[in-house]
């Protein structure tokens, strides 16, 4: 049964407006459902629904509401993950890959060994990196859709660290503290997951971030590509906390 998300407001006391113009699309010209054909819904917020599609126009379509539960997919545990940026397409299948791990959002940083330039086409790649976000967690049929923000500095990164219970930064160089260390000794609710570029994070990068009460951790013996040690650390994250 295919999945769609809408605003929390579109749900109404017995029926369900979708009037995303892709979405209609996709329901009418792709799929090529009919009225009669059931759906999934998403609120993006809390529930999930079974919903039987009543009309479709070029403008909206409703559906009717058979079945509400609160989502079954979509963990507790909230990690946001801040990825320094990655050349070439690295950073779709960090988003690909760490949406169906269920990270919760991905904040863009631009690091001291980031190679990618800021200029007046990065909006694009975020629009991108969203949608891939967007079809991922289709796919996986997770209860949000995890948000891609905008850039940011590792200076402004810093600032938001304050808002997690647990912050922490992969770093090769680490030999005493490994994530699995971490993760036996901490119960956290919210985690940020600090990610560096190809060329690494710098010691006074990590010492900033551990200054602010971030844990360097060692994520085993081999140094992992950069669009592999999110997703690597992050299924560790899960196996800890939510299996």
Same mark, same amino acid.
């Given at each position: 049964?295919?999945?769609?998300?809408?605003?929390?407001?579109?749900? +109404?006391?017995?029926?369900?407006?979708?009037?995303?113009?892709?979405?209609?699309?996709?329901i009418s010209?792709?799929?090529?459902?009919r009225?009669?054909?059931?759906?999934?819904?998403?609120?993006?917020?809390e529930?999930?629904?079974?919903?039987?599609?009543?009309?479709?126009?070029?403008?909206?379509?409703?559906?009717?509401?058979?079945d509400?539960?609160?989502?079954?997919?979509?963990?507790?545990? +909230?990690?946001?993950?801040?990825?320094?940026?990655? +050349? $070439?397409?690295?950073?779709?299948?960090?988003i690909?890959?760490?949406?169906?791990?269920?990270?919760?959002d991905?904040?863009?940083?631009?690091?001291?060994?980031?190679?990618?330039?800021? =200029?007046?086409?990065?909006?694009?790649?975020?629009?991108?990196?969203? +949608?891939?976000?967007?079809?991922?967690?289709k796919?996986?049929?997770?209860?949000?859709?995890?948000?891609?923000?905008?850039?940011?500095?590792?200076?402004?990164?810093?600032?938001?660290?304050?808002?997690?219970?647990?912050?922490?930064?992969?770093y090769?160089?680490?030999?005493?503290?490994?994530?699995?260390?971490?993760?036996?000794?901490d119960?956290? =609710?919210?985690?940020?997951?600090?990610?560096?570029?190809?060329?690494g994070?710098?010691?006074?990068?990590?010492?900033?971030?551990?200054?602010?009460?971030?844990?360097?951790?060692?994520? $085993?013996?081999?140094?992992?590509?950069?669009?592999?040690?999110?997703?690597?650390?992050?299924?560790?994250?899960?196996?800890?906390?939510?299996?």
């Amino acid at each position: 049964m295919n999945r769609f998300f809408v605003d929390k407001s579109a749900v +109404k006391e017995s029926t369900i407006e979708i009037k995303d113009r892709e979405d209609i699309k996709h329901i009418s010209k792709v799929l090529r459902l009919r009225v009669g054909d059931k759906i999934e819904i998403s609120d993006s917020n809390e529930f999930e629904y079974i919903a039987e599609i009543l009309s479709i126009d070029s403008s909206i379509v409703e559906a009717k509401i058979l079945d509400k539960q609160r989502f079954a997919r979509e963990p507790k545990l +909230k990690v946001s993950l801040f990825q320094s940026i990655p +050349k $070439g397409s690295k950073m779709e299948e960090i988003i690909q890959k760490t949406v169906e791990l269920g990270i919760y959002d991905i904040r863009p940083v631009f690091s001291d060994r980031t190679i990618v330039i800021e =200029n007046e086409k990065f909006n694009k790649k975020i629009e991108r990196w969203r +949608k891939i976000a967007s079809e991922a967690v289709k796919q996986c049929k997770r209860g949000i859709v995890p948000k891609v923000h905008n850039n940011i500095t590792f200076k402004e990164m810093l600032d938001l660290l304050d808002n997690y219970d647990l912050v922490l930064i992969p770093y090769e160089d680490e030999e005493k503290t490994t994530i699995k260390d971490v993760l036996l000794r901490d119960k956290p =609710n919210t985690v940020a997951l600090i990610i560096g570029p190809e060329g690494g994070f710098s010691e006074s990068e990590v010492c900033n971030v551990v200054e602010r009460g971030g844990k360097a951790v060692s994520l $085993g013996r081999t140094i992992l590509r950069t669009e592999t040690a999110g997703p690597a650390a992050l299924a560790m994250i899960m196996y800890q906390y939510e299996l």
